[in-house]
């Protein structure tokens, strides 16, 4: 178990399965998996899919497929089922977060996100996401689960990923259509054959199939993620992950995942203004390995808002010294440098961090 912190998506055949709503019957296994990966002091999210499936017999409708309209009333009411029933398995609290893609793409719910996270993360909570359904258009939706974990481990910052479905991992064909298709224990490289063996899903209520799922490995694995496509049907897969093994398909990351986010943070974002800091900021910054606090911050330059890259300047030398994702906008970080954090609220009237950049978002040239 060679992770710290993973994403677990859970898909809806497991949450609701034979078609009769929510039931204990595959996520007992999959939350006693989970107690015993933070018992071993790992970090755990869960994204689970099944409101829909959840909400299905509460929700009157005529044909197989129902309209997005019905379908999200479906998700409305089954969202309470669905996390109403992840909480009976778990002694510690579950929190439940609603995203939709344009949540993600906007910098200052991206940062509310990551910041809310790593709060329910140190408090022992485990968070538990689904896409927004009933807010959700089509412009605005990831559109499937398996896409939105891997968007989801990306901003936990998770080294590990699991896919739990109803089948054993990728075959080289759809099982269900060619009995003859074999298992592929590990990929290293997704390429376009890889792509070519996932077939879409038959369940009615699921949305994907194995396609998504590729989709989602691919994010994950160029961002330094292990991902896994694991039948979570069957108990017996956890205890062999819990010793090590590989019980369904593996991709492997391309590097570590830190390493993965530093280079990101170093050379693909690109900085917007210059935070210049005094020399005990500078000190802290590099030699401690510290968050930036408002109190170390002597100038501002640029236009920038909350969540954009900005770089940091030793104000004293002006040479640059480290990059990082700022929690605040230029206009609110002129009002706040120089003070304290326990001010900030004072003057700004909200205080979403007490950090200016967090080290986990910074990287040091
Ligand atoms: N190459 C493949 N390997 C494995 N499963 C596949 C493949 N192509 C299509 N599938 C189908 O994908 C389904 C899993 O996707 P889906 O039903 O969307 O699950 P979930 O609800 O867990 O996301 C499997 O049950 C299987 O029928
Ligand atoms: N957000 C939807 C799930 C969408 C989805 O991707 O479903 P699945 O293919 O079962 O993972 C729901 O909760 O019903």
Redesign the pocket.
């Known amino acids: 178990m060679n992770f710290n912190r993973a994403v677990i ?6 949450v609701a399965p034979d078609n009769n709503g929510c039931s204990g019957k595959y996520i007992l296994a999959i939350a006693r998996f989970i107690t015993e990966c933070q018992q071993a002091g790992k970090e755990i999210i869960i994204v689970s ?1 099944g409101s829909v499936a959840a909400g299905r017999q509460l929700i009157k409708h005529g044909s197989p497929i129902p309209s997005i309209p019905t379908k999200q009333a479906m998700a409305s009411v089954g969202q309470m089922k669905m996390m109403a029933n992840w909480q009976r398995f778990f002694d510690v609290p579950c929190s439940q977060l609603l995203i939709t893609h344009g949540d993600l793409k906007d910098r200052q719910r991206y940062i509310n996100i990551k910041n809310t996270l790593r709060i329910l993360l140190e408090n022992g909570v485990i968070p538990i996401v689904n896409e927004n359904d009933t807010v959700a258009t089509d412009e605005l939706k990831v559109g ?3 896409n939105l974990a891997a968007l989801v481990a990306l901003v936990s910052e998770a080294d590990c990923l699991f ?15 060619n009995p003859k ?1 074999n ?1 592929l224990p590990e990929i290293h490289e997704i390429t376009a054959e890889i792509y070519a ?7 009615v ?9 590729i989709q989602a490995a691919d994010k994950a694995v160029e961002n330094g993620i292990e991902t896994y ?1 694991l039948n ?1 049907s069957r108990s017996e897969v956890f205890q062999q992950i819990l010793k090590g093994e590989n019980p369904g398909t593996h991709f492997s990351a391309k590097q570590a995942a830190t390493k993965a986010r530093k280079h990101w943070l170093k050379h693909t974002l690109k900085s917007s203004g210059k935070v210049y800091l005094d020399k005990g900021a500078v000190h802290a910054v590099i030699h401690q390995g510290a968050s930036l606090l408002p109190s170390g911050v002597s100038q501002v330059d640029g236009d920038f808002v909350a969540g954009e890259s900005v770089d940091i300047i030793d104000a004293h030398s002006k040479k640059a010294i480290a990059k990082g994702i700022c929690q605040y906008s230029q206009r609110d970080l002129l009002r706040i440098m120089g003070c304290n954090s326990d001010d900030i609220i004072t003057l700004l009237g909200c205080c979403p961090s007490k950090v200016i950049i967090h080290r986990d978002d910074m990287v040091v040239l």
């Open positions: 998506k859970v898909g809806s055949a497991l899919s499937d689960n398996d896919i739990l479905s109803d089948i054993d991992g990728l075959y080289d064909q759809d099982p269900r259509e298709a298992l063996m996932a077939g879409t899903t038959n369940n209520i699921a949305t994907g199939g194995m396609r998504t799922k496509i979570g």
